[in-house]
């Protein structure tokens, strides 16, 4: 009866406070009442010990009881259902261009480039609750790791397994990359269509010219949003490969093609980034989850139960046993 019950008027609960007053004004009434006889002996009185002198006290634990209903009553306590319809009215598509090239298994991103992204990533795609959102890899060549959709827990499990593997060629092909995200989204009918291009080096493979494919985006009303990912001078970075399949790390300059990233954001109405740390990249993600809100309508009906009847009934049937027994079976010690 009283789960997630609310009180529309608490103020009422302060007359509580009178139910102790009561109780003293009683007390102090009976023991005024009780006549008493004062006698050297009781020997020659035959004592039957009576329990209905003391059972008449309870009609006044039943009025208390009434009162402290009645009271809560007008509190009026009740239960709040809320149901709530959400419509999405500007939905966005989004696509995540990676690169996955070697280089993005430089340590100067904790504990390197590649997981340091997968990590920012998953928080940025857990926060686009209402937003399809696709997968690009991208390294020599590209290919689609999973088409745009809505269903958030294929996209993460997606991203986990995003490794560096030498099954897609070495290099880095920008164009290639920006290319297969721009053709996932060109028939999509959404209102905002959104490429978020990560990379940590200069366009060096690829059939496809990134110009090129910056165009294919403009005509496609995409807009895209580049990153450069690494720290700025020298990195800890893979060199070689050892026997055994590890990589061999030695210190290299990082090396960006800013100016090309900078082209491609500006050409698509996008905006271009520079990652040089962890706490950086995450800004970054945070920064473009709030340039592109997704437009939501959302309408909250709330059904009330109210709870003061059952109260007001309750003492209403206790008073009614109090006047019942106060003139029946108690009358004779009132």
Same mark, same amino acid.
């Given at each position: 009866?009283?789960?997630?019950?609310?009180?529309?008027?608490?103020?009422?609960?302060?007359?509580?406070?009178?139910?102790?007053?009561?109780?003293?004004?009683?007390?102090?009434?009976?023991?005024?009442?009780?006549?008493?006889?004062?006698?050297?002996?009781?020997?020659?009185?035959?004592?039957?010990?009576?329990?209905?002198?003391?059972?008449?006290?309870?009609?006044?634990?039943?009025?208390?009881?009434?009162?402290?209903?009645?009271?809560?009553?007008?509190?009026?306590?009740?239960?709040?259902?809320?149901?709530?319809?959400?419509?999405?009215?500007?939905?966005?598509?989004?696509?995540?261009?990676?690169?996955?090239?070697?280089?993005?298994?430089?340590?100067?991103?904790?504990?390197?480039?590649?997981?340091?992204?997968?990590?920012?990533?998953?928080?940025?795609?857990?926060?686009?609750?209402?937003?399809?959102?696709?997968?690009?890899?991208?390294?020599?060549?590209?290919?689609?790791?999973?088409?745009?959709?809505?269903?958030?827990?294929?996209?993460?499990?997606?991203?986990?397994?995003?490794?560096?593997?030498?099954?897609?060629?070495?290099?880095?092909?920008?164009?290639?990359?920006?290319? *297969? @995200?721009?053709?996932?989204?060109? /028939?999509?009918?959404? %209102?905002?269509?959104? $490429?978020? #291009?990560? =990379?940590? &080096?200069?366009?060096?493979?690829?059939?496809?010219?990134?110009? *090129? @494919?910056?165009?294919?985006?403009? /005509?496609?009303?995409? %807009?895209?949003?580049? $990153?450069? #990912?690494? =720290?700025? &001078?020298?990195?800890?970075?893979?060199?070689?490969?050892?026997?055994?399949?590890?990589?061999?790390?030695?210190?290299?300059?990082?090396?960006?093609?800013?100016?090309? #990233?900078?082209?491609?954001?500006?050409?698509?109405?996008?905006?271009?980034?520079?990652?040089?740390?962890?706490?950086?990249?995450?800004?970054?993600?945070?920064?473009?989850?709030?340039?592109?809100?997704?437009?939501?309508?959302?309408?909250?009906?709330?059904?009330?139960?109210?709870?003061?009847?059952?109260?007001?009934?309750?003492?209403?049937?206790?008073?009614?046993?109090?006047?019942?027994?106060?003139?029946?079976?108690?009358?004779?010690?009132?």
């Amino acid at each position: 009866m009283f789960e997630n019950i609310e009180f529309l008027n608490k103020g009422f609960f302060w007359l509580l406070l009178l139910l102790p007053l009561a109780l003293l004004w009683y007390v102090l009434k009976y023991n005024k009442q009780t006549a008493e006889l004062k006698i050297s002996s009781t020997k020659g009185f035959k004592v039957a010990p009576s329990i209905w002198s003391k059972l008449r006290h309870a009609m006044f634990v039943l009025r208390i009881i009434a009162l402290a209903l009645l009271i809560t009553a007008l509190a009026r306590p009740r239960t709040v259902d809320v149901s709530t319809k959400t419509k999405t009215t500007r939905g966005i598509d989004i696509v995540m261009a990676i690169d996955v090239s070697a280089s993005m298994l430089a340590k100067d991103l904790r504990p390197n480039r590649l997981e340091a992204l997968k990590a920012v990533a998953a928080d940025f795609i857990k926060g686009r609750p209402n937003d399809r959102i696709g997968l690009v890899e991208y390294a020599g060549e590209a290919y689609t790791k999973t088409p745009i959709t809505t269903d958030k827990s294929i996209v993460l499990r997606s991203l986990r397994d995003i490794k560096y593997n030498t099954i897609i060629a070495g290099g880095t092909a920008i164009g290639m990359g920006l290319g *297969t @995200a721009v053709n996932r989204l060109k /028939d999509s009918k959404a %209102k905002s269509k959104v $490429i978020i #291009l990560l =990379t940590d &080096g200069v366009n060096n493979s690829g059939a496809v010219d990134p110009k *090129t @494919a910056s165009t294919l985006a403009v /005509d496609t009303g995409i %807009k895209v949003y580049t $990153i450069g #990912l690494g =720290t700025n &001078g020298m990195a800890l970075s893979p060199m070689s490969m050892n026997p055994n399949g590890s990589f061999r790390y030695g210190r290299q300059q990082v090396e960006i093609d800013e100016e090309l #990233l900078k082209d491609i954001a500006d050409v698509t109405g996008g905006k271009y980034f520079r990652a040089t740390n962890n706490k950086k990249l995450a800004e970054i993600y945070d920064e473009i989850n709030k340039l592109e809100k997704t437009e939501i309508e959302e309408k909250k009906y709330y059904n009330y139960d109210e709870k003061y009847r059952s109260l007001v009934l309750l003492a209403g049937l206790l008073l009614l046993i109090e006047l019942i027994l106060r003139n029946t079976i108690f009358k004779s010690f009132v």
